[in-house]
């Protein structure tokens, strides 16, 4: 008997959300990131409460942990498609769940539906407590909204890439290695070294990324907007994904 399009996806998209949930690799790494991020923040906010007020201000120090706070953002990728390798449960959900491409999409889809909330609520703490901290501050709330999505959409789409990358390599340390490497080792030492290629680093995910939550500066030239920022983003995820999802169907578990 044949299942319709629309029962197969719920039935996969429940047993995906059901294994994340009860995943506690995933529920640490959150809370280790929601810890780090509420102490970043308090660390931030203790040295830039001297400084100019503005809405400006309390954006760019309630978020100046994103940098750091994405390292949380990219385990949780990694560990949501890896943690299947460990133990051989691959096997058993390939059995389970014949659908090969169909099964990684809607894993990627399950992790989305748990990113979002959960890093809306991250991002917006460290901007709460500045503004708490600040309080004689007048805010814009529609500003501060906007930015806040912009930055629950940057580390949704991070951790949605770094499970994809996990899927490619199959393995928690060597995805670790490469990403982590990517993000804090090689980025900004490329941004140092070879500030002549700055335009050409916009268009890689973290730097596109950035600009979907922190404001330009009158200062810089040919930066990206919001939306293009997003889109970049979104087009470097969608491409390790459809690649992740041809290398799943090819190979063996």
């Given at each position: 008997m044949s299942v319709s399009s629309s029962r197969k996806?719920?039935?996969?998209?429940?047993?995906?959300?059901?294994?994340?949930?009860?995943?506690?690799?995933?529920w640490f790494t959150l809370m280790g990131t929601f810890i780090l991020n509420l102490v970043l923040a308090a660390a931030f906010t203790s040295?830039?409460?001297?400084?100019?007020?503005?809405?400006?201000?309390?954006l760019n120090i309630g978020l100046a942990s994103m940098g750091y706070l994405q390292a949380g953002f990219i385990?949780?990728?990694?560990l949501a498609t890896c943690s299947e390798y460990t133990g051989g449960q691959i096997r058993t959900t390939l059995i389970t769940i014949p659908w090969r491409g169909f099964q990684l999409?809607?894993?990627?889809?399950?992790?989305a539906i748990i990113t979002i909330p959960v890093a809306f609520i991250i991002a917006a703490s460290g901007v709460l407590y500045t503004f708490i901290m600040m309080r004689d501050t007048t805010v814009v709330i529609d500003t501060m909204i906007t930015t806040l999505i912009g930055a629950t959409g940057y580390l949704t789409l991070t951790t949605l890439?770094?499970?994809?990358?996990?899927?490619?390599?199959?393995?928690?340390?060597?995805?670790?290695?490469?990403?982590?490497?990517?993000y804090f080792i090689v980025s900004p030492l490329t941004r140092i070294f070879l500030p002549s290629n700055k335009n050409f680093l916009n268009y890689f995910p973290d730097t596109a990324g950035s600009y979907m939550y922190m404001p330009s500066s009158s200062?810089?030239?040919?930066v990206l907007t919001p939306m293009q920022g997003t889109g970049i983003?979104?087009?470097?995820?969608?491409?390790?994904?459809?690649?992740?999802?041809?290398?799943y169907r090819k190979r063996d578990a």
């Open positions: 996806l719920t039935q996969i998209l429940g047993a995906e959300l059901d294994k994340l949930v009860t995943l506690p690799l995933i040295v830039g409460v001297q400084g100019a007020t503005g809405t400006q201000n309390i385990i949780l990728g990694i999409s809607t894993k990627h889809l399950a992790l890439l770094s499970a994809a990358v996990g899927a490619l390599l199959r393995r928690t340390t060597p995805a670790l290695v490469v990403l982590l490497g990517y200062d810089e030239i040919s983003s979104m087009l470097w995820t969608l491409s390790f994904i459809t690649v992740a999802i041809v290398f």
